[in-house]
């Protein structure tokens, strides 16, 4: 996200320049967020939970957008948990200092609301991708989701973690990163996994990627 100079530097005094490792716990539900992340590269999930344990990510944040945005508005308690997917750079800034900057900027308060829309109109399009959509079309999403926001083409990730994001059996997961490279768009080794051929990808995610995507680049659009 980028603000015009004047309404940035009202911020730019309290933020803090920070470094979040792959599986940071950043907010539990019921949790009071009391600090903003707003990733310059890497992504942070927010993973909808069951009673029972279960749980699966329902939208993802990167530099397009921050983590805990609506508190700048008033104090709020995380409804998801917020877990690091990929090593972060992020500025963070207290709730506090967020609100008070929120209160003297209009340009401020519009972006948290375009911002809130975009999040939203995510998690809803999560909905019916999460419940409709194969495995392999969900996973070629989240990939492209992931290479749009990290410098590399590189991932580090277990086959647990991949469970978790998806919703599914770690078989499963298996067995749909060895079609994938099969096909020539992915290679997946000792937990790291390598994006080969991005239009590979592009061709067999489902609708939803393209649809998030241009929600977000309609409702945030980047400063030239």
């Given amino acids: 996200m980028s603000l015009p100079a004047d309404d940035f530097a009202l911020v730019a005094p309290h933020l803090a320049q920070v470094e979040l490792e792959r599986g940071r716990l950043l907010y539990e539900p019921g949790d009071r967020i009391d600090s903003v992340y707003f990733p310059h590269d890497g992504v942070i999930s927010m993973m909808t939970l069951m009673e029972n344990g279960a749980a699966i990510e329902s939208a993802t944040i990167g530099h397009e957008g921050a983590l805990g945005l609506h508190t700048a508005v008033t104090p709020r308690v995380s409804l998801s948990r917020a877990i ?3 090593p972060v750079k992020a500025s963070r800034i207290s709730a506090a200092h967020l609100h008070d900057a929120w209160s003297k900027s209009a340009r401020l308060r519009e972006l948290v609301e375009r911002h809130t ?3 939203f109109g995510h998690a809803l399009q999560s909905v019916g991708c999460n419940a409709l959509h194969s495995v392999e079309a969900r996973f070629c ?5 992931c290479d749009d926001r990290i410098s ?3 991932i580090a990730l277990t086959q647990e973690f991949l469970a978790d994001m ?3 059996q770690r078989t499963t997961v298996t067995a749909v990163a060895r079609s994938l490279q099969e096909k020539g768009a992915i290679q997946y080794r ?3 996994l390598a994006i080969i051929d991005r239009a590979a990808l592009e061709a067999l995610a489902c609708e939803c990627y393209g649809v ?3 929600n977000y680049e309609r409702l945030l659009p980047k400063r030239a």
């Avoid at 999403?141 to 989701?145: G, K």
């Fill in 152 to 154: 590399t083409n590189t």
């Fill in 212 to 214: 998030i995507h241009r």
């Fill in 141 to 145: 999403r989240w990939l492209l989701t």
């Fill in 190 to 192: 000792r937990g790291v």
């Fill in 166 to 168: 998806l919703g599914v």
């Fill in 84 to 86: 690091v997917q990929t």
């Fill in 117 to 119: 829309e975009a999040l």
